[in-house]
């Protein structure tokens, strides 16, 4: 399947990843509807600054994905779907687990349901390295157990598993793309990198973190939006979970250490308190075994870290871009 002239919706278009992704399947000539979520201020999250041409070309959907009413009336004749709307923060996910049952399962269900009602001819579930836990083995490959350490993750497995049971049980054409740790300039400011950066060039007397010595596997966004697209395209893929990742790992300690040279400064690294996970929550290690993607669609990452955190770093060096975080205070 080529993605050049298919109607294609993306949920969670006004996110992080969604945004870019969206951004990407513009340039390749899809045509894209792009959910985002309703809310009072008409805001369209990141696809608000997006170039005017490429806005142009966006039909945008303003919905909640929670309600399959509106989930259906925005997949209506959609020939593929990548579904990306979740809520990703594993600290809120602590004290406002129901949200994430209510977004990621049922969300996930509302899009399966009906795009096995309406005949879409793909459907993309976006997992995550979280639901595999701290490392049983490493690289850590498509086989390996899950392990649901955060009321998040497990709401991805269980998002997870539904999108596999459509598949089994009604033959939808469900891929489910599991993306290790993206990063980026529009990310969150809940996330690591972001809060490393925007901590540092605020001018912070000391850097606080959580854990410094858990291992991810960073990937930059425009790699994993491309390998969305390679799994979208590919016929082999269908009814599979898939890794995106890189294969490198690095800790959270030795990425700060990286940050700081980049942006020029040096100041104390602090693990603080409110911002640790709980112990057997915390997830230590996480390295990709890629070799599936590559097999099946020929993707890899184009992008090294040493290029992808300059390229964030400039991209936070911006002060209308840095003005949406606050390095002042820690938001779950």
Known sequence: MKLAGKRVVVTGADGFIGSHLTEALVTRGAKVRAFCYYNSFDSRGWLDTLPAGVVSEIDVFMGDIRDPNGVRTA?????????????IGIPFSYHSPDSYVETNVRGTLNVLQASRNLGVERVIVTSTSEVYGTAQYVPIDERHPLQGQSPYSASKIGADKIAESFYRSFDLPVITARPFNTYGPRQSARAVIPTIISQLLAG???????????????????????????????????????NIGSGVEISIGELADKLMALVGVSVNVVSAEERL?????????LLADNTLIRELTGWKPSVSLDEGLAQT?????????????RSDRYGV
Request: charged content about 25%; glycine content about 6%; proline content about 4%.
């Open 313 to 325: 770093v400039q991209w936070f060096r911006d002060e209308t871009n840095r003005s949406r975080y």
């Open 277 to 285: 996970r709980p112990d057997k929550s915390e997830v230590g290690r």
């Open 75 to 87: 997949l209506a004749g959609a020939a593929v779907v990548f579904h990306l709307a979740a809520l």
């Open 204 to 242: 912070t007397p000391e850097l606080r973190l959580g854990a410094l010595h858990p291992t991810r596997d960073l990937n930059y966004v425009s790699d994993t939006s491309a390998g969305f697209i390679a799994l979208a395209e590919c016929d082999e893929a269908v009814g599979r979970e898939v």
